[in-house]
């Protein structure tokens, strides 16, 4: 969608998403390290949009928090193989 023109920002909520036992989305088993790369890309287009730092920073916040989880689990999982 992002290649059909900028996106307009509403500051409400537009949708609820409800995830059902048998949903689709559910079923999709992301590894760890695929979840950080995924939570790294979010990242990196926040901080390359035109939001303002204020909003950049409320966003990043949580995201930061979800990747510093995950990067510490991988680090920990990576120590118990003897990877590290």
């Known amino acids: 969608m992002s290649l059909l023109g900028e996106f307009a ?3 409400e909520t537009l949708c609820h998403k409800f995830y059902k036992p048998g949903s689709l989305s559910r079923t999709w088993a992301y590894t760890p390290r695929q979840y950080y790369e995924v939570c790294a890309s979010c990242m990196r287009e926040l901080w390359n ?8 920073l409320a ?3 949580p995201l930061t ?3 510093a989880n995950v990067n510490a689990r991988l680090r920990q999982e ?3 193989a003897g990877l590290t």
């Open 9 to 11: 920002r509403v500051p």
């Open 59 to 61: 966003i990043a916040t």
């Open 49 to 56: 949009s035109a939001l303002t730092s204020d909003e950049k």
């Open 65 to 67: 928090q979800s990747l």
């Open 78 to 80: 990576a120590a118990i």
